[in-house]
């Protein structure tokens, strides 16, 4: 596995969450970069996206939403994978979300064992099979 496939760009706005997913995923044996919100996201991602291997993306942040960081990326990048991972989502924003095809999605708490598992399982997936269909699972 190259080095850029083994770094993780975390973008989400709280500070907790980053230091939490770089700990975790240190262990884990990934390098990892983090940024705190969208806008921040992008420009990062314009200076150093050979580097990055996978972005986990918040999708609810103050400022650009998950969902316009994510379509930001996709215009650098088309070929980004990224996963989103929220504890909550708009109904709306399930089709922008399909649009921009991302590569997986995390419902918030998750394990470090259901993190490890979903980074491997997009990590390893041909540019063809990379495509998900956003359908979290919803419980009351």
Do not use: W
Not at 14 to 22: C, D, G, P, V, W
Not at 41 to 62: C, F, N, S, W
Not at 92 to 116: D, M, R, W
């Amino acid at each position: 596995m190259s080095s850029a496939s083994r770094s993780v760009f975390i973008v989400d706005d709280h500070m907790t969450i980053q230091k939490m997913l770089s700990d975790l995923l240190g262990c884990l044996g990934y390098n990892t970069l983090t940024a705190s919100d969208g806008e921040e996201a992008v420009e990062l991602y314009k200076q150093r996206q050979e580097q990055i291997g996978i972005v986990l993306l918040d999708l609810v942040m103050p400022g650009m939403s998950g969902v316009r960081t994510l379509q930001k990326l996709r215009e650098i990048n088309p070929e980004v994978k990224v996963i989103i991972c929220s504890a909550y989502f708009q109904q709306g924003q399930v089709p922008e979300i399909n649009e921009a095809k991302i590569s997986g999605f995390l419902n918030k708490p998750y394990s470090i064992t259901t993190l490890s598992e979903k980074m491997e399982e997009v990590l390893s997936a041909r540019l063809d099979e990379k495509v998900s269909e956003f359908n979290p699972q919803i419980t009351n």
